[in-house]
Nanobody
């Protein structure tokens, strides 16, 4: 099993940047593909980004492609989400998630979730 905890959320103006972190505890972090998802009030959970166990391959949702970057440091058991050129529509609770084997854009395929961190982008 793995426990996940996000940090780094907050309030930022449109056009600004934020960096999220997700620290994992438990053994064998490198066994897990990691993903970031977000959920705004009244909306379904949305895929943001994912990264393979080695960090060599990444995938992004269309709304964030070119603005967000996912990365990981297996030595620190941490996955990151660098968010640039933020827009008000990026406002949501951001969750990190873990699953064994391959990365996925489907939230139903992830086994472990963090508690989420709020990101608010003002106009």
């Amino acid at each position: 099993q793995v426990q996940l905890g996000e940090s780094g959320g907050g309030l930022v103006q449109a056009g600004g940047s934020l960096s999220l972190s997700c620290a994992a505890s438990g053994r064998f972090f490198s066994d897990y593909a990691m993903g970031w998802f977000r959920q705004a009030p009244g909306k379904e959970r949305e895929f943001v980004a994912a990264i393979t166990r080695t960090g060599l391959t990444t995938s992004y949702g269309e709304d964030v492609k070119g603005r967000f970057t996912i990365s990981r440091d297996n030595a620190k058991s941490t996955v990151y989400l660098q968010m640039n050129s933020l827009k008000p529509e990026d406002t949501a609770v951001y969750y990190c998630a873990a699953r064994t084997l391959r990365l996925s854009a489907l939230y139903s395929e992830y086994d472990y979730w963090g508690q989420g961190t709020q990101v608010t982008v003002s106009p």
